[in-house]
């Protein structure tokens, strides 16, 4: 594969991730339990 083409997908691959931390972090918040966000951190990133 082309660099270009792995750069693309690693963005990708990072956006989803960010946007399930999202998620993550607005269920935590409604449901007023943190540890749902904290299985979504973004740790190793």
């Given at each position: 594969m082309?660099?270009?083409t792995l750069d693309l997908?690693?963005?990708i691959i990072v956006s989803l991730?960010?946007?399930a931390r999202?998620?993550?972090?607005?269920?935590a918040r409604e449901l007023?339990?943190?540890a749902v966000?904290?299985?979504f951190e973004l740790s190793a990133l």
């Open positions: 082309e660099i270009e997908l690693d963005g991730a960010r946007t999202e998620a993550a972090e607005a269920a007023g339990e943190p966000a904290t299985a």
